[in-house]
């Protein structure tokens, strides 16, 4: 089997994807845009070969790239990067080639457009937020009237919480329009609520091999734009509502062997044609792993290996590694450099040393986001997840 992973350097997740998939037997092919005397040995050792290109973003290269690959190896098998950022990419590429597994070029926007999830989520029976394209100040205006401040826009296709805004009154709204990118945006009303992801590696015919929660804070916007530090969690558990609508929403967007990480708000109070407190309703599809060290989080909460599950999907359509005996809980706490906090990295360690399991700097683009530095750790249940949270990042 030929396995084409593009930017297999970054994130570092990357890495052990491809390590996985090698142990499995697979010939892994990178294509990257980091020179190859500066990648990691940890990748280099993963990969059969990698094809090094300035650019990601000219198509025409990684054409060019694919097409050697495919001369040099024969025929192509598999084209991924579990990447946001590149969906598209990996979708042209296996169009143009003929690649049979992963979504080709004619779906790819059903599943980047936050419009087009709307409609699928409907279909599925799961309740989202009202939304409109972001035409005019008029047509936004006539929105608002109906939904109420505060409201939400955003790209029509985007990564994250990038270029969305929160608006408050009018003012907000004008402000917006004067300032708005020249891209399609969507309005769409405010849901009170925290974001919770069912994450799952789905085999050939969209079931799941793995399934997982994640607790996550209710705006990543607001983290990065008054610079708050990021918290969130991986569960020990997952309500069977989020489930079922997890599983609902994979069969409607037709996912099959993927990771997919699918947001849901989870409702702190009734809310008018979504539901009651505690229900889930939709809010975005994404057909990649989670982002950041997420993966990872998984591995300590379920005593498992994400990795192997998605080596293993690829290489044989099956999960060959146990379900998991017990299971825990595995918060992130993350830390920025021009903040005081209460306690010290020593008094952290000193009091949950024993249930740290990673501690490390992030590289400056996950700053924004992320902080400067993160503490993960185990912990037996979400209130003791909660509980390091709160040691971590209370400010002096």
């Given amino acids: 089997m030929n396995f084409i992973y593009i930017s297999p350097q970054f994130p570092r997740t990357n890495w052990y994807f491809c390590e996985r998939l090698r142990n499995n037997g697979v010939t892994v092919l990178g294509i990257g845009d980091t020179p190859y005397d500066e990648l990691p040995q940890e990748i280099r050792s993963a990969l059969n070969e990698y094809y090094y290109l300035d650019s990601l973003e000219d198509y025409d290269k990684v054409f060019r790239a694919v097409a050697?690959?495919?001369?040099?190896?024969?025929?192509?098998?598999?084209?991924?990067?579990?990447?946001?950022?590149?969906?598209?990419?990996?979708?042209?590429?296996?169009?143009?080639?003929?690649?049979?597994?992963?979504?080709?070029?004619?779906?790819?926007?059903?599943?980047?457009?936050?419009?087009?999830?709307?409609?699928?989520?409907?279909?599925?029976?799961?309740?989202?937020?009202?939304?409109?394209?972001?035409?005019?100040?008029?047509?936004?205006?006539?929105?608002?009237?109906?939904?109420?401040?505060?409201?939400?826009?955003?790209?029509?296709i985007g990564v994250g919480a990038t270029d969305t805004w929160k608006l408050c009154n009018e003012k907000d709204l004008t402000d917006f329009f004067n300032e708005k990118p020249s891209v399609k945006y969507v309005i769409e009303e405010f849901v009170d609520g925290n974001i919770y992801s069912y994450d799952a590696i789905v085999d050939s015919n969209g079931d799941p091999l793995f399934e997982s929660m994640t607790v996550w804070p209710p705006s990543i916007m607001d983290i990065v734009i008054d610079e708050l530090d990021l918290a969130y969690y991986v569960s020990n558990d997952m309500p069977d509502q989020l489930r079922e609508l997890g599983?609902?929403?994979?069969?409607?967007?037709?996912?099959?062997?993927?990771?997919?990480?699918?947001?849901?708000?989870?409702?702190?109070?009734?809310?008018?044609?979504?539901?009651?407190?505690?229900?889930?309703?939709?809010?975005?599809?994404?057909?990649?792993?989670?982002?950041?060290?997420?993966?990872?989080m998984m591995n300590y909460a379920h005593s498992t290996d994400v990795y192997q599950i998605w080596a293993d999907m690829v290489a044989f359509d099956k999960r060959h590694l146990p379900l998991p005996k017990e299971n825990h809980c595995c918060a992130y706490a993350g830390r920025r450099d021009r903040v005081q906090y209460r306690?010290?990295?020593?008094?952290?360690?000193?009091?949950?040393?024993?249930?740290?399991?990673?501690?490390e700097r992030l590289p400056?683009?996950?700053?924004?986001?992320?902080?400067?530095?993160?503490?993960?750790?185990?912990?037996?249940?979400?209130?003791?997840?909660?509980?390091?949270?709160?040691?971590?990042?209370?400010?002096?």
């Fill in 68 to 156: 050697f690959f495919s001369f040099k190896y024969g025929k192509i098998d598999w084209i991924e990067s579990n990447n946001e950022y590149w969906l598209e990419l990996d979708a042209k590429l296996r169009t143009d080639f003929n690649v049979a597994t992963g979504v080709h070029s004619d779906y790819i926007f059903a599943m980047k457009s936050k419009a087009l999830m709307k409609k699928q989520y409907m279909a599925a029976g799961i309740k989202s937020a009202r939304q409109e394209f972001a035409t005019d100040y008029k047509s936004c205006k006539k929105f608002i009237d109906k939904v109420g401040f505060p409201v939400i826009v955003k790209p029509e």
């Fill in 247 to 296: 599983r609902a929403a994979v069969k409607m967007f037709h996912a099959s062997r993927r990771f997919v990480h699918l947001e849901f708000f989870r409702l702190n109070h009734a809310q008018e044609g979504l539901g009651k407190a505690g229900d889930f309703v939709g809010l975005e599809v994404n057909m990649r792993p989670a982002g950041g060290y997420t993966p990872d």
């Fill in 343 to 359: 306690h010290s990295e020593h008094e952290i360690f000193e009091k949950y040393g024993s249930d740290i399991v990673m501690c």
């Fill in 364 to 396: 400056e683009m996950m700053v924004p986001q992320m902080g400067n530095k993160m503490y993960t750790a185990k912990a037996k249940d979400e209130k003791a997840a909660q509980e390091f949270i709160k040691f971590v990042e209370t400010r002096a």
